[in-house]
């Protein structure tokens, strides 16, 4: 709730739930991979891929800000085109880590049976998705959460 002559970013700050290390964020992007891995017995009794399903979800969490002035209305929206492009960029990390662990999947050779295949898929996965959540941090780093993108309230 933004109040005339009050800062937004002391109201945002305020009413933010995202505080992870004792540090204040406006907004969050959380997102997580499913996938399936089809396997197909060959013809001679191994197992290979024969389909790959791979599923982005991603949830991201923005600030709504209720009344105030116009001016604190307009600063806000114009904050928050930029917030909206800092978050997509996390996601688009997301989309990249489904797309290399479909493309790992399809690559995994046969296995001597589709148990092993699954179990290969598994930690193909394990190994891939610390990467880039790893990119996330580091994509955090580089635009200092946002900062060189404009998404940075100065008042």
């Known amino acids: 709730h933004a109040q005339p002559g009050r800062a937004l970013a002391a109201t945002i700050n305020e009413a933010s739930p995202f505080r992870p290390g004792g540090q204040v964020f406006h907004s969050a992007t959380a997102w997580y991979l499913d996938w399936k891995v089809r396997?197909?017995?060959t013809t001679d009794g191994r197992c290979k891929v024969a389909e790959v399903r791979v599923e982005l979800h991603g949830e991201m969490m923005?600030?709504?800000l209720v009344g105030g002035t116009r001016a604190q209305q307009e600063k806000f929206d114009s904050y928050l085109?930029?917030?909206?492009?800092?978050?997509?960029?996390?996601?688009e990390i997301g989309r990249e880590a489904a797309r290399q662990?479909?493309?790992?999947?399809?690559?995994?050779?046969?296995?001597?049976?589709?148990?092993?295949?699954?179990?290969?898929?598994?930690d193909a996965g394990a190994k891939l998705l610390p990467k880039y959540e790893e990119m996330g941090d580091a994509y955090d780093a580089q635009t200092q959460h946002g900062r060189t993108q404009g998404a940075w309230l100065t008042d």
């Not at 085109?81 to 996601?91: A, I, K, N, S, T």
Request: glycine share 8%.
């Open 39 to 41: 396997p197909e017995p």
């Open 62 to 64: 923005l600030p709504r």
């Open 101 to 122: 662990l479909e493309k790992q999947f399809y690559a995994l050779p046969p296995a001597g049976n589709c148990g092993d295949l699954q179990s290969e898929a598994r």
């Open 81 to 91: 085109v930029r917030l909206r492009e800092h978050e997509l960029g996390h996601y």
